[in-house]
């Protein structure tokens, strides 16, 4: 788990194939907001898509859930 901002996707070439990424307006209100990566997203939602899902993480004992908006393209066709 890596908390980013919206320009984190485009400046490391990281592309999302499905739904969006993070935008600017998720940084302004503290959306709970989660892009997955492509094996993530595999394994947490075999056979369906994952966009529009909840996942949940816990932090320091605290149970913090956030709405997968979108997913990335697999690493192996992001480096080629």
Request: cysteine-free; overall charge negative; proline content about 8%.
């Amino acid at each position: 788990v890596v908390s980013v901002t919206p320009d984190f996707l485009p400046q490391t070439n990281i592309r999302v194939i499905r739904g969006r990424g993070i935008e600017p307006s998720d940084e302004a209100t503290f959306a709970n907001v989660a892009v997955l990566g492509a094996e993530a997203a595999d394994k947490l939602f075999p056979a369906e898509d994952p966009v529009g899902k909840t996942v949940a993480v816990e932090n320091l004992g605290e149970l913090l859930t956030f709405t997968v908006v979108g997913v990335t393209e697999p690493k192996t066709l992001a480096t080629g």
